[in-house]
């Protein structure tokens, strides 16, 4: 089965600084990769999505996510982190059947003014 | 507007007794899930259902129901809530058929005592 693993449950960074946060696939390439977002006190919305179209993938917000086969990754990156980017951030795969969803346990972004 | 919602937002349960939580999609999306979402572990699926009169089970099923009305709602019962079924309950539709892209509602936060 399909799976992702978020490192780091609490990332803090200063306001303006580079953002990255991590996540790494199960070894088999799966049909597509997500990365959504939390408020709080909100549901999830979707940041971005690989679908195997490119590697380089743009969101909303600012945010991008690279696909690395050879490390098995798809980090999440912003260059200059803004106060309103904290939240929580939750990587997601699809099943190889596409009708399944499975996260990470998220990680918490909180940017320091 | 157009999107999840779900009902109730907060509910406060005895051990042993039993409730519904609705969900309803306004978007003709055809794939429904109900996701539980506690510390530490990111969301787990309970059920989803690929489309009206079809339910599935997900990671977690145990001590929860669903039932798939219409097109619209897809309801999760807990038939004799436990300690353990505190949490926060998301329902999510599909935006699309295999598009992988989740819409969800605001969330339902479910205590049992």
Not at chain 1, 41 to 54: C, D, E, F, P, V
């Amino acid at each position: 089965a399909q799976s992702v693993t978020q490192l780091g449950s609490h990332v803090s960074v200063s306001e303006g600084a580079l953002v990255l946060l991590r996540c790494n696939y199960s070894s088999s390439v799966p049909p597509y990769l997500f990365w959504y977002v939390q408020y709080p006190n909100q549901g999830l919305q979707l940041l971005l999505k690989y679908t195997s179209a490119a590697t380089l993938v743009k969101g909303i917000n600012g945010f991008e996510a690279e696909f690395k086969k050879s490390e098995t990754s798809f980090h999440l990156t912003k260059p200059s982190a803004h106060m309103s980017d904290a939240a929580e951030y939750f990587c997601a795969v699809t099943s190889n059947t596409g009708n399944q969803f499975y996260f990470g346990t998220g990680t918490s972004l909180t940017v320091i003014p | 507007n157009a999107g999840v919602t779900q009902t109730p937002k907060f509910q406060v349960l005895k051990t042993g007794q039993s409730m519904t939580l609705q969900c309803a999609q306004d978007m003709n999306h055809n794939s429904m899930y109900w996701y539980r979402q506690d510390p530490g572990m990111g969301l787990r699926l309970i059920y989803y259902s690929a489309s009206e009169g079809t339910t599935d089970k997900g990671e977690v099923p145990n001590g929860y129901n669903v039932s798939r009305l219409n097109k619209r709602e897809f309801s999760l019962r807990l038939e004799s809530a436990a300690p353990s079924q505190t949490s926060v309950y998301f329902c999510a539709s599909e935006v699309g058929p295999n598009t992988g892209e989740l819409f969800f509602g605001e969330g339902s936060r479910l205590t049992v005592l």
